[in-house]
């Protein structure tokens, strides 16, 4: 048995009750045919859709409200807007042994607390290890790169002496919570970032290699990992150094002395040149090193002082 058809009626008032006057509020009688005309079904359909969008632009104002009420709903986004930094760093910059000026760090131990542990450790020396005397190994257009300490010999040594312990896996993990945590560019103008990961690495080179008189297939690393221990200062917003570079605080003072390192004339990059591709396509070690070179200045620049 066919019934009629019960209209629901919203007990809500429509938020544009003339445009609902307008539209002809008389809904198609079912027939045992269940025949609809074009018309019918264009002016059932037009009316349920009006009525549920006004019910929903009613409801949207409270669903705001209780998104701002919330914080839980609300990215936290803190961690990238709130550095305020905790603990003060100076490097004095020597460029062919003239002093240039001193930089003024700010630390940001609340939000990296890893990060700015190493930072800090390596500049005033309680790792066993300093910044002391090691120099700047790379000018690019929009950052300047300090080389660190090594991680093998002496300053190895000295480490381990102190019970200091360089692993990157601890860094890594904060920079990919703090990705996690802040969209967007995080190595702004004037940011301090320590290298967590070589973006660069080639993958893997796989030869072929006779073991016990059978060919085997074995892979060989190319090019090394980082120490955890270089660190970039950004002249200008890089988004190219937010997949390697775990930002832990910025300059507060001596961005003139940053720029003037980034003025010092380097060696020319010739990555567009086809025998260089081919060598790195293919894994070849001297490649690597070739790309080593590539913008690293003609003049020694060091820190002369850091604490």
């Known amino acids: 048995m066919w019934h009629s058809p019960k209209i629901i009626r919203s007990s809500h008032q429509p938020s ?3 445009l609902i006057q307008q539209i002809p509020t008389s809904s198609p009688i079912l027939k045992p045919n269940c025949k609809f005309s074009r018309r019918e079904l264009t002016v059932y359909t037009n009316t349920s859709l009006l009525l549920l969008l006004s019910s929903q632009t009613h409801l949207s104002p409270l669903r705001s409200e209780e998104t701002q009420s919330n914080p839980n709903s609300r990215s936290n986004i803190s961690i990238c807007t709130d550095r305020t930094p905790t ?47 090691k120099e700047f190994i790379k000018i690019m257009p ?13 300053d190895a040594e000295m480490a381990n002496r102190r019970g200091s312990n360089l692993a990157v896996e601890n860094l890594v993990t904060e920079w990919e919570r703090v990705n996690g945590d802040c969209l967007g560019t995080k190595n702004l103008k004037g940011s301090v970032g320590i290298i967590v990961r070589d973006p660069f690495k080639p993958p893997p080179k796989v030869k072929i290699v006779a073991r016990k008189g059978k060919l085997e297939i074995d ?5 090394k990992d980082v120490n955890g221990t270089e660190f970039v200062i950004a002249m200008r ?11 832990v605080g910025k300059v507060l003072e001596g961005m003139e002395v940053v720029e003037r390192i980034g003025q010092v004339k380097t060696v020319q990059e010739n990555t567009s040149s086809p025998y260089f591709r081919a060598a790195k396509l293919i894994g070849d070690k001297r490649a690597v090193v070739a790309e080593r070179g590539f913008n690293r200045p003609y003049s020694k620049m060091e820190m002369q002082k850091a604490f």
């Open 16 to 18: 544009h009750p003339q």
């Open 142 to 154: 929009n950052y300047i790169q300090h080389g660190g300490v090594r991680s093998y010999g002496v």
């Open 87 to 133: 603990k003060r760093a100076f490097l004095d910059i020597s460029i062919d042994g003239e002093r240039v000026g001193r930089i003024i760090i700010g630390i940001d131990e609340q939000n990296t607390p890893i990060g700015a542990a190493r930072l800090s450790n390596l500049i005033s020396g309680a790792a066993g290890i300093s910044y002391r005397k």
């Open 237 to 247: 917003d890089s988004p190219e150094l937010d997949s390697s570079a775990l930002v």
């Open 219 to 223: 892979e060989e690393e190319v090019g």
